[in-house]
């Protein structure tokens, strides 16, 4: 097995999370490079992972030069991640690891992948959820064929979709196969969170049929159904799928259903350790093992690849544009001669009655439902 070199820029809470994922791989990453605009920081997570003798960066293009990382992993904003996905091409590394949204824009995710097959880079998007217990066990039900033949996904998140939607499409195309998406219609409305460093109207209600004839609904936003307290609404989301004898849901913080044949038709619920304390962090280990694997053998492919993060974009962007000019919207998007959707809602989604979902920081403390 071969030990890939690895820098990492961005030191935040994300980054100390993906840090960590690379430590828990150590046959497999060996970190050569820290980069952060703030050098107290940079020393803090240094001094706290034993990175100490590991060189250190406020420049990410001066990290790259002089560390020359097989791979780059950076965890900024996402007005940022095309210029920097140039800079790892500019320095020829093999693979970058990246968070979602992958871009502001279907434009830049298309120059992003573009990027990756001109300079034979393989990318990942951080949709680790589905390295939770409770999606697992989701997969394993629906391939087990408990629920029979998938009929129909149905999606709710009550953050915005550039901070849970592409997580929770990426998780419905997986759930089901891999299929991917015919065409999309959507509704959006809400300026509010278009003013975020990850920018999304305050609610989209979407559609689409995938290929294998199922139907998945997604809403993202305050208006979906919330399934917990106020204070968890940054983890408040849910996971069904519905087939000819059943469904089963899973949820961030733990929380999963099941009523199936194994049931005897009856719903069973229980609760996987929470996403805060327990699954956050261990979830990034495996993520970074099977990146490693598809960097070693092309056949590996990633289930988090920047192809399947591309189209799951493209599909949310679909749904914007349907709601825009009103009219369904086929897929794939051929035609990007288009404003950028995130500009046109700027313009011209009006006031209304609604509102920004609180996204716990991790800062203030409150109780984990462990």
Known sequence: MHQYTVAVMGLGVRGKIHIHGLLENPERFRIVGLCDIDPNVLKKVADDNGLSDVPQFTDAEEMLDKTRPEVFVFVVAPNMRLSLMQLGAKYGVKGISLEKPMAESLQEAKAMVDLCKENNIKAVVCHQQKYLSQMRNLKKRIEDGEIGEIRKIHVETQAWFSQLGTHYVDYTLWANGGY???????????????????????????????????????????????????????????????????YVYAETDGFWGACTKATNGRLVTGKDPGWRNHQQIPIQTPYYTEYADWLDDDNKVHSCNIDTAYHGYEILEGMCLSALRNVRVDLPITDLNYEPVIETMRRELPLCDSKKMYIYDGKTPRKERD
């Open 180 to 246: 991917r998406a015919k065409w999309v219609c959507g509704h959006v409305h809400g300026p509010i969170c278009l003013d975020d460093n990850h920018p999304a109207p305050d609610y989209l209600l979407g559609t689409m049929e995938l290929e294998n004839g199922v139907h998945a609904y997604i809403e993202c936003g305050y208006l979906s159904e919330a399934h917990n307290p106020p204070e968890y609404g940054s983890s408040d989301n849910r996971l069904p799928v519905y087939g000819t004898d059943g």
